[in-house]
């Protein structure tokens, strides 16, 4: 079993920044790659980002294309979202998985982020 645990979440206003951070730990070798997914009010939970575990290739939703950087850091097996230019409609929790050959799952707890305007 893989554990996701996010963090970072916050309020921030319009045009400012956030990091968030997933921690990965259980077995992870199982994984191929980290995704981040949001989920606002009233909507369904939709694609943000991703990673292969390698690091060597990422995916972006157009919505965030220009704006948000995935990343991740081996040592820590920690995948990490660098938001900027943040907009109210990017206001969301936020969620990591694991991708596994079966699909997606291992999904984290979540973090709140709220961009005001």
């Known amino acids: 079993q893989v554990q996701l645990v996010e963090s970072g979440g916050g309020v921030v206003q319009a045009g400012g920044s956030l990091r968030l951070s997933c921690a990965a730990s259980?077995?992870?070798?199982?994984?191929?790659?980290i995704g981040w997914f949001r989920q606002a009010p009233g909507k369904e939970r939709e694609f943000v980002a991703a990673?292969?575990?390698?690091?060597?290739?990422?995916n972006y939703a157009d919505s965030v294309k220009g704006r948000f950087t995935i990343s991740r850091d081996n040592a820590k097996n920690t995948v990490y979202l660098q938001m900027n230019s943040l907009k109210p409609e990017d206001t969301a929790v936020y969620y990591c998985?694991?991708?596994?050959?079966?699909?997606?799952?291992?999904w984290g707890q979540g973090t709140q982020v709220t961009v005001s305007s």
């Open positions: 998985a694991g991708q596994r050959t079966s699909g997606w799952g291992d």
């Open positions: 259980g077995r992870t070798f199982a994984i191929r790659a």
């Open positions: 990673i292969s575990w390698s690091g060597s290739s990422t």
